[in-house]
């Protein structure tokens, strides 16, 4: 049911049970937010978005509000700037005055709220107290002093990744984000998705820095630094330093790669086309037995599983991450067969996430098939630290015959595209014909859950994709309560996918998602080799260094033993 209200002079239209902030965001009047995020559950915590309502004697939080018929609206009155300037004063006061060296210094949302609202001086005295910086984690760092109690953090983990390894503790004065009994995140139930960073306003979360030790690496002359990069990685760089997200990126990326001392890149979708066989073959060897098979390239998932739900982990594929099968590759097989000792090859990993820096951490054979894992936003600050200037660089054709992989590896950047990568295989292992239509719509999109059901020699087959770690948990409770039609299930922790991942661009909102989702499908339509098995490198790889899919000797090299339980 519509209703007519009045904002700043003007009637607009609002249905009944809209937040004010709904609709002025529907109008194009901004209101600066603080606690709001998304989609997450209003609260109307921080204030900031306070507006006033004439015939009311207080101001109202846009956010959580709901319009009312023939309410007037006033959103930037000089009684509404004064407290919305008195809010920013009051956080300030309690805030270090480290802006210079922040990490988050230019994308800072206190930083811009103070820009905006113009405060130049500090009125209240600070009451600031150094406090312990979390560094228990491999993947994120804490700074308690850096935050502002907008609760964003604690929403995010609760309702979007159904943890809750973050929340208010203590009550009013006192209240703070915290752990349980205040131990560091490694000890918690944190599943290092980095979802966190993402939405923290301020830099009281940020990822663990890598680029000190990748910088050491690369003046060693001792070492030979390679990397390894995500099918996101190249797309994420376009969108950063402005340029089209075309054929050429992924090789201008090379050439930015080479320049900064990396002696040769590599693209870990080949690695995912290796996953793509090696689960092919596992899923054909089970499918007799109708046992459901959970992919396992995210390793926020894996922890779940393993912390979580450890009655799933024989559901688990034990096959490695992309990362760390690519890792063990360079080290065991690539270089060395180029005459370089493994001791001496540093690889160095670009991911859109930020649990892959524990999954490389916490390998625990004795070895490291990846030495170091860097996100997005870490290649991004050194690509700007050398001044490389990626709008005049010549792009870099791929060097060795590693880094050719099909566009269904490339798709593992989007929820769907790691499954819709390994039907198409399945499909042609069991029948010896291609997947036609080679596109499957129903596992493509940013919905949180997609089905897909087909037939396979008459034998019916049903995917299902979730990403949103909570949308799991709700699939895994269907499956614990009896639901035994699933046969392959994908999980991806972040919303959307790795393309939305904890190691991405600091305000990520559905219009890049979209843009990064397009690019990948658009290099599957683009691609030449649209599937795995045709991968010409992958049978180079299987005739020289490993064997066929899912053998012993794949197993030794590629696959995990999920009956170890990890336990930080």
């Known amino acids: 049911m519509l209703l007519t209200i009045e904002i700043n002079g003007q009637q607009v239209s609002a249905k009944r049970g809209e937040t004010i902030l709904t609709v002025l965001n529907r109008i194009g009047v901004k209101v600066p937010t603080l606690c709001f995020f998304g989609s997450l559950s209003p609260t109307g915590s921080c204030r900031m978005c306070v507006v006033e309502v004439e015939g009311l004697t207080h101001l109202v939080p846009a956010c959580s509000h709901q319009v009312e018929e023939w309410m007037q609206i006033h959103t930037h009155s000089p009684r509404v700037l004064k407290a919305r300037k008195a809010l920013v004063e009051l956080l300030l006061a309690n805030h270090p005055d480290d802006c210079l060296y922040c990490d988050r210094n230019g994308s800072c949302e206190l930083q811009d709220l103070s820009e905006e609202l113009q405060v130049r001086e500090r009125r209240y005295p600070s009451s600031h107290k150094p406090v312990q910086i979390d560094k228990t984690c491999a993947s994120i760092q804490r700074d308690p002093g850096k935050c502002v109690l907008c609760g964003r953090c604690s929403r995010v983990c609760t309702e979007i990744i159904g943890i809750s390894a973050i929340d208010s503790v203590g009550r009013g004065s006192s209240t703070r984000i915290g752990t349980s009994y205040n131990k560091g995140l490694n000890y918690h139930a944190c599943v290092k998705c980095g979802q966190c960073i993402m939405s923290c306003p301020t830099a009281a979360l940020t990822e663990r820095k890598s680029l000190p030790r990748v910088i050491e690496a690369l003046g060693n002359p001792d070492l030979y630094p390679v990397v390894q990069f995500s ?114 090859v540093f690889v160095v990993s670009v991911m859109p996430c930020t649990s892959k820096k524990t999954e490389a951490d916490v390998e625990g054979n004795g070895t490291r098939s990846v030495d170091a894992v860097i996100t997005i936003r870490e290649l991004v600050k050194l690509i700007r630290l050398l001044g490389i200037d990626l709008n005049n660089l010549e792009p870099e054709p791929a060097e060795n015959a590693f880094s050719i992989s099909s566009s269904s590896g490339r798709l593992f950047g989007v929820s769907g595209g790691h499954l819709e990568g390994l039907m198409r295989s399945i499909h042609f292992l069991n029948t010896g014909q291609e997947l036609n239509p080679i596109k499957i719509n129903d596992l493509r999109g940013l919905k949180p859950k997609k089905e897909s059901r087909m037939r396979i020699n008459k034998l019916p087959v049903n995917v299902v994709a979730v990403n949103g770690l909570a949308n799991a948990i709700a699939l895994m409770d269907e499956i614990a309560a009896g639901r035994d039609d699933i046969h392959i299930v994908e999980v991806m922790a972040c919303p959307g996918g790795c393309i ?14 979209k843009s990064r989702m397009k690019a990948l499908y658009d290099i599957d339509e683009e691609e030449i080799v649209k599937v795995a098995h045709k991968n010409p490198t992958l049978n180079e790889l299987f005739d020289k260094f490993l064997s066929k899919p899912n053998s012993e000797r794949n197993r030794e090299v590629l696959h995990k033993d999920r009956s170890k339980i990890i336990s930080e």
């Open 231 to 344: 099918p996101t990685v190249p797309g994420a760089i376009a969108e950063e330093f402005g340029l089209k997200s075309n054929k050429d990126i992924m090789n201008i990326l090379r050439s930015a790669l080479k320049k900064i001392g990396f002696r040769q890149s590599f693209d870990v979708s080949l690695a995912s086309d290796i996953t793509i066989m090696e689960e092919a073959a596992l899923f054909l060897e089970r499918w007799p037995r109708k046992t459901t098979l959970f992919t396992s390239c995210c390793p926020s998932w894996v922890r779940y599983i393993e912390v979580f739900r450890p009655e799933f982990v024989e559901y688990l594929s034990p096959v490695k991450s992309p990362q760390q099968i690519m890792g063990a590759l360079i080290k065991q097989y690539i270089t060395s067969s180029a005459g370089i000792k493994s001791e001496k």
């Open 500 to 513: 939305n991942g904890g190691g991405q661009k600091i305000g990520t909102d559905e219009k890049m998602l």
